[in-house]
């Protein structure tokens, strides 16, 4: 069965430091997302990103936060400059077309900012 | 905007017994209805979802989910748990437009079974 793929499975870097989450998305998937759920707290939602360009994002997804799709395959998620508060897991998921309402979601990065 | 409330963080359960999992939301538009499990080391997968249609909903692993509007819940339950049923699971909405929209979940039931 297709499944959505993240690297690494957990990530350690310092405050200030520039990092760059992996996902592959289900192959012929076109809505891809990126959400985090920060230790004890709410899976909250990121970005939405379709036709090559962000649809829509949230107060959380601030300058330094991007996102990328360099290929037709692999979907990243860049945060410049870290902070602690970024310590979290982060999910990425894809969705096959509108009118389709599943999301498939990959199994994580956690990311731990010290 | 939508939000979502679960009501317990942890529940314990007997194997065999049966469960319920609550889980209300809050939103200002027609919204989806949606249960996700997760496995420990595994992505979050779907177990049902309302879109609309009859409230009563049947989803994987012998799971179903009941819309009730006037309560504003959908609560997931299973007449008799497994082992194999210890997981999280997420409540979620979305608004109910296109389908693609983004999901916005509450904070979690772990459900723990004991032999």
């Known amino acids: 069965e297709p499944e959505v793929t993240q690297t690494p499975s957990h990530q350690v870097t310092q405050m200030g430091q520039e990092v760059i989450l992996r996902c592959v998305p289900i192959s012929n998937h076109l809505y891809f997302y990126w959400y985090r759920q920060i230790l004890g707290q709410k899976v909250e939602f990121l970005v939405s990103f379709y036709n090559n360009e962000i649809s829509e994002k949230s107060e959380i997804f601030d300058d330094q936060f991007s996102v990328e799709r360099p290929d037709g395959s692999n979907f990243t998620l860049k945060i410049r400059s870290t902070k602690l508060e970024d310590s979290a897991m982060y999910f990425c998921a894809s969705l096959l077309t509108s009118g389709v309402y599943e999301q498939y979601f990959g199994p994580g990065t956690r990311l731990t900012v010290t | 905007a939508q939000s979502v409330t679960q009501l317990d963080s942890q529940v314990p359960v007997f194997e065999e017994a049966p469960v319920e999992l609550r889980c209300n939301y809050s939103?200002?538009?027609?919204?989806?209805l949606f249960w996700y499990v997760q496995y420990p080391n595994q992505g979050l997968q779907l177990l049902l979802k309302?879109?609309?249609?009859?409230?009563l909903v049947k989803g994987i692993n012998g799971f179903e989910a009941e819309f009730n509007k006037s309560q504003t819940s959908f609560h997931l339950r299973k007449p008799s748990v497994h082992i194999s049923d210890t997981a999280e699971y997420f409540c979620a909405v979305s608004p109910s437009n296109f389908g693609n929209e983004k999901l916005t979940f509450g904070t979690g039931t772990r459900l723990t079974i004991i032999p």
């Open positions: 939103s200002s538009v027609s919204v989806y």
């Open positions: 309302y879109l609309s249609g009859s409230t």
